[in-house]
């Protein structure tokens, strides 16, 4: 690890436990929301994904001579309670978590994987590629939303209060994680507005894709 900052455990632990626990919603969300059998096993099939990242950055921890669930222990509050306070409701309150939700986290972990050695950021962008969501999510909500326009202002608060949550338990993490923190700093350079200028682009576009307005 000579060549990695202190914090890539702590990159490398939130980022592990948080594919680990999307596995899990995401499988619980297709057996108790989906509405039919394709929807399941569509959802079903971004959960494996969603695990077979969780292997790889096991691994990866394991290889650099660190323990896998020390160093995602830290972050079991944050991402529990993060769930916990963002539970779905029903199937779209679960595609639009999975997609949005989901994505203005990972954003801030791709920020701060900028500082990290070669090999890390490689593995860290191979788990943060879509994967198909984004297509999966879109197709469904937009088609939702045409079939029933209503359900546009619904969805649009829904992930409005996802991201909030997600931003509430970053500064916690941010809190308790100094390293971690440093590398989302080191990201931002001097201008810390402008990173956040990006993850707020990210997030809008993600929005606009679904064709839900973005909001303040």
């Given at each position: 690890?000579?060549?990695?900052?202190?914090?890539?455990?702590?990159?490398?632990?939130?980022?592990?436990?948080?594919?680990?626990?999307?596995?899990l919603?995401?499988?619980e969300?297709?057996?108790?929301?989906?509405?039919?059998?394709?929807?399941?096993?569509?959802?079903?099939?971004?959960?494996?994904?969603?695990?077979?990242?969780f292997?790889?950055?096991?691994?990866?921890?394991?290889?650099?001579?660190?323990d896998?669930?020390?160093?995602?222990?830290?972050?079991?509050?944050?991402?529990?309670?993060?769930?916990?306070?963002?539970?779905?409701?029903?199937?779209?309150?679960?595609?639009?978590?999975?997609?949005?939700?989901?994505?203005?986290?990972?954003?801030?972990y791709?920020?701060?994987a900028?500082?990290?050695?070669?090999?890390?950021?490689?593995?860290?962008?191979?788990?943060?590629?879509d994967?198909g969501?984004?297509?999966?999510?879109v197709?469904?909500?937009?088609?939702?939303?045409?079939?029933?326009?209503?359900?546009?202002?619904?969805?649009?608060?829904?992930?409005?209060?996802?991201?909030?949550?997600?931003?509430?338990?970053?500064?916690?993490?941010a809190?308790?994680?100094?390293?971690?923190?440093?590398?989302?700093?080191?990201?931002?350079?001097?201008?810390?507005?402008?990173?956040?200028?990006?993850?707020?682009?990210?997030?809008?576009?993600?929005?606009?894709?679904?064709?839900?307005?973005?909001?303040?």
């Open positions: 690890m000579s060549d990695s900052p202190a914090g890539v455990g702590d990159l490398l632990g939130v980022l592990a436990y948080a594919e680990l626990t999307a596995f919603r995401l499988a969300d297709a057996t108790r929301h989906a509405p039919s059998l394709a929807d399941r096993a569509a959802l079903g099939d971004l959960a494996a994904t969603e695990y077979a990242h292997r790889l950055l096991h691994d990866r921890l394991a290889s650099l001579g660190i896998p669930e020390e160093a995602m222990a830290p972050f079991v509050g944050p991402l529990d309670d993060w769930h916990t306070q963002t539970t779905p409701g029903d199937w779209l309150e679960a595609l639009v978590k999975a997609y949005v939700g989901t994505g203005i986290a990972l954003d801030f791709r920020e701060a900028a500082h990290v050695d070669a090999e890390t950021r490689r593995l860290v962008e191979e788990v943060l590629v994967e969501r984004s297509q999966f999510v197709e469904r909500v937009g088609t939702a939303i045409k079939e029933d326009p209503t359900q546009s202002g619904r969805l649009a608060l829904w992930a409005r209060r996802m991201v909030g949550e997600a931003l509430s338990q970053g500064r916690h993490v809190e308790a994680r100094p390293e971690l923190a440093k590398l989302l700093v080191e990201a931002a350079g001097e201008d810390i507005t402008r990173m956040f200028a990006r993850l707020t682009e990210a997030h809008g576009r993600r929005m606009a894709a679904m064709g839900l307005t973005p909001g303040p």
